[in-house]
């Protein structure tokens, strides 16, 4: 970490060579590949709940789209960590960006002027919505599992990334729509050009021989699972005939060179897919727990009270009602990105209290909806900067803690199954922000403030 500014340690050159150091190893087409999988692969998720006001309009809970942006990638979270090994990464990069230009094409083709008043038309956005959701989780797991390949530095530009896609996401939606003035149809269907970046950035800036080597290595067994000073946590698993252990079945389902001879196919199987979840058992309360809590506070916030944060409009920056929603986004997505660009300089290794700080976000914004004692704003905006800077620094550091502590051997299975609980904390905050929304709107409007029923 660097020395504090005033402090005996601090000087210009001080700063500049452990700067240097930070970055001494660094690849440049691998921090640049995995800046731009982090970027693309969450860009559109951040553009879809941008637009969930002009998507569904004013009188739907705006929950309704973060739920179809969550559910399927949670689905495939929860499942495809389990057999995705057998699709090789390139495949799997030309079936991410079909299904996200597939789906934004179909969202694009579906809005309109008037479906953004009546609300028409819903069914078949949500639809584009889904396919779009399919990609980003995917995504999501693939990337992180290829981090395995290419060391910390991949991870930094990852979650660097993914914080930038959230910025330049809702900070685009905004400027196309609200100051460039573009329709929303337009706006989607340029956005939906995004995910060739992912093709360019994965076949021609990414070196190919990590990967290559890794997977081909892997087939073959020449690495094992566990390693044997980290067996006993497991130990209460009935251990599997011969080999089970090695990495070859573990990761490919393939037996190593054993006296008795090749299994059953489906009984190696049923093996592997036991030891797998017997593993994520030992992630849940050091990793996934953590990232779970705050993104169900956070998300739970965005999509369920952040609507009903509005101020009459001669005491604010805006013309319209409807822009509040999207600056929100931005500003939240301004410190989500920060913080996510953070780890090679700050490194927070106690994951359960920045999770619990946003759970007190979640109760001050709460309380404000219902009986306003922020004064104005702007106050709102520095609340909205601090929870993304909180969500960002949990979700970066639960993957750099797997870097750091979980054997080599188990890391990459370790950092795709872990990726579940982000969704999985967006799927219920989407509940509860359905909920939540209608109830304080109402409360509001019961008390003269109608201001959530305006555009």
């Known amino acids: 970490m660097l020395p504090p500014p005033g402090s005996p340690g601090a000087s210009w050159a001080i700063y500049r060579a452990r700067f240097r150091a930070l970055f001494e190893g660094a690849d440049v087409r691998v921090c640049i590949a995995f800046w731009l999988f982090g970027l693309i692969n969450n860009v559109l998720y951040v553009i879809i709940l941008s637009a969930a006001l002009d998507l569904v309009g004013p009188l739907v809970p705006k929950g309704v789209v973060l739920l179809a942006d969550v559910v399927p990638s949670f689905v495939v979270k929860l499942t495809v960590p389990y057999f995705i090994h057998v699709v090789p990464y390139s495949v799997r990069v030309l079936l991410f960006v079909g299904l996200s230009v597939g789906g934004m094409l179909l969202i694009a083709a579906t809005t309109s002027a008037e479906s953004q008043v009546d609300g028409s038309n819903i069914p078949a956005k949500l639809a584009g919505i889904v396919l779009a959701s399919l990609s980003s989780g995917g995504g999501e797991l693939s990337f992180l599992g290829l981090t395995h390949f290419y060391g910390p530095f991949s991870l930094a530009a990852w979650g660097s990334g993914t914080g930038g896609a959230g910025l330049i996401g809702a ?122 809590l705050v993104y169900v506070a956070e998300y739970t916030t965005n999509q369920g009270v952040t609507p009903t944060l509005l101020f009459p409009l001669s005491s604010t920056p805006f013309k319209h009602f409807r822009s509040f929603y999207p600056t929100y986004a931005t500003i939240y997505q301004l410190g989500v990105f920060i913080s996510r660009s953070s780890i090679p300089f700050v490194r927070i290794h106690a994951l359960y209290p920045p999770s619990l700080l946003q759970w007190a976000n979640l109760v001050l914004l709460v309380s404000h909806a219902l009986f306003p004692f922020i004064p104005n704003v702007y106050c709102i905006f520095v609340v909205i900067f601090w929870e993304g800077l909180l969500g960002g620094a949990v979700y970066v550091n639960t993957f750099a803690e797997i870097m750091d502590v979980v054997p080599e051997s188990e890391r990459e299975f370790s950092l795709a199954a872990t990726t579940v609980s982000d969704s999985a904390g967006i799927c219920i905050a989407g509940v509860l922000g359905m909920i939540l929304e209608v109830w304080l709107c109402s409360w509001q409007v019961r008390r003269g403030r109608d201001y959530c029923r305006r555009t």
Do not use: C, N
């Not at 130990?235 to 090695?246: G, T, V």
């Not at 070859?248 to 001879?261: A, C, Y």
């Open 171 to 292: 900070g685009a939606y905004m400027a196309a729509t609200t100051w460039f003035g573009w329709s929303v149809k337009a706006s989607l269907l340029g956005f939906s050009l995004l995910p060739m970046v992912m093709l360019l950035s994965f076949f021609f800036v990414l070196p190919q021989d990590p990967w290559r080597r890794g997977t081909a290595s892997r087939s073959k067994g020449y690495a094992q699972v566990p390693e044997r000073e980290h067996e006993e946590q497991y130990d209460d698993l009935p251990e599997p005939d011969e080999r089970m252990l090695s990495s070859s079945i573990i990761l490919d389902g393939r037996l190593s060179p054993g006296r008795d001879g090749p299994k059953p196919r489906l009984a190696r199987m049923l093996q592997q897919l036991r030891w797998h979840l017997k593993k994520s058992r030992h992630l849940f309360f050091p990793y996934m727990f953590p990232l779970l």
